[in-house]
Every structure is written in structure tokens, then in C-alpha cells.
């Protein structure tokens, strides 16, 4: 993604079949797909599809991170990947200077973002997920919006359709150029 991002789009960890097998995360799967389309019909991607690494796939203010650094058994981290990871996503997220919002895509990156910020020095380290919300930590750390993951589960089933997923895009865009 883009190192002068103000906004950084965090998922879960790389898939098998994704970015672990393309080294690029959302990547060559599925939820990669979903995501991809979404952020080029919100303006922050050149292109509707992430293929693979050499696509030609770039992004326009926008980051993208996984709270989990390795392919978790079943898809779903452990506390204690989640946990052995966290301080690589600290540090990753303070490379970043003009960081102003974290969209957070799922349960997981929503607690990954809560423990990093905390890390970072929040005071406020709670928060109940709901698709669409934005978090405040004070004007020295960066705001959170939240999504559902774009995992199949979630598209396919109709929990997450494309419009929401553009829709909260364009608010966590709009946020972070605020």
C-alpha cells in the first residue's frame, strides 16, 4: 500500500490460498475479489481486481495491514498468535506518519486495532463491534471505522453486501482526509 496513507484497511492474516500464496495481502482469493471492487468503486484503487503481486494493482491513500503476521490453522487466529503478533502491527502502524483512521474488516482486526491503540496510548480500550461505527481515541491517535470481514462467509450469506462494504470505504476515506 501506499507509506503516506492516512488510512489503513486491517484484515485478519493472510489466507492459504491468498496472500500467503501470493505475498501480498487480499490477494489472488475470494475476499481479496470482494474488497478489491469495492475499493476501486470508492475511489482508492487503479483497478478492480488483485490477481497477484506483479497485477499492477495500486492504491490511492489507503494501506492495507493484517493484525496476524502467519496462515492461522482453520482461518482463525489463536489469542496467542493474536497476542505474538501485536507488536509487529505497533510497530508497522508507527511507520506510517500521516495515519488518521484504521478501518478494521471483522471482529478480529477490531480487538487487534483496540490492543494497538492501546499499546499506543489509549485510555480507552473498549468498544462493542458494529459494522459501520466510528471509535475516537483522542486527537493524538488515529479514529476507527469497522466492517464486516469480506470473507465468502460474510458475502455470500449477505451479511456483507457491496454497497455496504463502498459505502463504509467512502466514510473511512472521507474521515481520514478530514
Not at 500500500?1 to 501470493?22: E, I, Q
Not at 465468502?152 to 476515506?173: C, E, I
Amino acid at each position: 500500500g501506499d507509506p503516506d496513507a492516512s488510512l489503513v484497511l486491517l484484515g485478519l492474516a493472510p489466507a492459504a490460498h491468498g496472500g500467503n500464496r501470493t505475498g501480498r495481502v487480499f490477494t489472488g482469493d475470494s475476499s481479496a475479489t470482494f474488497l478489491t471492487e469495492a475499493m476501486h468503486k470508492a475511489g482508492m484503487a487503479n483497478q478492480p481486481n488483485s490477481d497477484h503481486r506483479d497485477d499492477g494493482l495500486e492504491f490511492t491513500g489507503a494501506y492495507i495491514a493484517a493484525a496476524v503476521r502467519c496462515v492461522p490453522p482453520g482461518d482463525k487466529p489463536t489469542p496467542e498468535e493474536q497476542k505474538a503478533c501485536l507488536p509487529y502491527l505497533v510497530r508497522e502502524l508507527r511507520t506510517l506518519p500521516n495515519l488518521k483512521v484504521i478501518l478494521a474488516l471483522g471482529h478480529i482486526a477490531f480487538r487487534a486495532t483496540l490492543q494497538t491503540l492501546s499499546e499506543m496510548g489509549s485510555e480507552k480500550v473498549r468498544g462493542k463491534f458494529l459494522h459501520g461505527e466510528v471509535y475516537r481515541f483522542g486527537p493524538s491517535l488515529p479514529m476507527m471505522v469497522t466492517s464486516y470481514h469480506p470473507s465468502p462467509r460474510n458475502t455470500n450469506t449477505g451479511v456483507l453486501t457491496m454497497d455496504a462494504l463502498v459505502k463504509v470505504l467512502k466514510q473511512a476515506k472521507e474521515l481520514s482526509q478530514s
